[in-house]
């Protein structure tokens, strides 16, 4: 068996703060394949996948692709193994095939994502925050982001940001009284990787 590419390195931000999901596909192409079916499955050393279940697609050339999607949540660090391609007899995978050339080593490196802290009318919070209308909110992020913002029944006045500090008057805006309005501010780091940290600010009156 061969596997292309042979190997993978990815880089990207803790605990589901990477924009896209840390992916790639790899071909295994397979030589004096039995006549009788084969069971493709991928197997790793640690819980470095989203899924314990990968599937590998029989292409028409006979080679199978294999989509990884390595695990999002991981916490900061370096993780490093080996998945490994098995060609399995059964479904179940009580006996395989002898395979070489079958092993897919891998490097993770998950760097630090972005902290944030919050104060609602000076008092220390816990995203997500809970909010009156009129409450004053304050985010600080552990590193230079960029903030957006989005609305859904809340909205925000005197909003001032910094590359790290984000403060804003939340205001109840539905047309209906007794509801809770939900106010975002999303802060994206300027680096690569990219990371996105989401605070969810409930709003009521």
């Known amino acids: 068996m061969s596997l292309d590419p042979a190997s993978a390195a990815l880089t990207y931000p803790e ?4 924009l896209d999901n840390p992916a790639l596909t790899v071909k295994a192409t ?5 006549n009788a079916v084969v069971y493709p499955r991928i197997v790793a050393d640690a819980q470095v996948l989203s899924s314990s279940l990968v599937t590998a697609v029989k292409q028409a050339d006979g ?16 993780y490093t193994g080996n998945l490994t391609l098995q060609l399995c007899q059964d479904s179940t995978c009580a006996s395989q095939y002898a395979v070489s050339g079958g092993v897919f080593p891998y490097v993770l490196t ?6 944030i802290s919050a104060t609602v ?8 925050l809970a909010a009156k209308d009129r409450d004053v909110v304050v985010l600080q992020s552990s590193v230079p982001v960029q903030w957006v913002t989005s609305s859904g029944g809340a909205s925000s006045q ?4 910094s590359s790290t500090t984000w403060s804003g008057t939340l205001r109840y805006s539905l047309s209906t009284s007794g509801g809770t309005g939900q106010y975002g501010v999303q802060a ?10 989401v605070t969810d600010i409930f709003v009521t009156q």
Request: aromatic share 6%; charged share 10%; net charge positive.
């Open 110 to 115: 998950v760097t630090p994502g972005i902290q």
């Open 15 to 18: 605990k589901n703060q990477a």
């Open 30 to 34: 397979l030589r004096n394949l039995p």
């Open 63 to 78: 080679s199978y692709n294999a989509s990884l999607v390595f695990n999002p949540g991981l916490a900061a660090g370096r």
């Open 121 to 128: 009318n000076g008092v220390a919070a816990r995203p997500p």
């Open 188 to 197: 994206f780091t300027t680096g690569t990787p990219q990371a996105r940290r």
């Open 158 to 161: 005197n909003v001032t940001s």
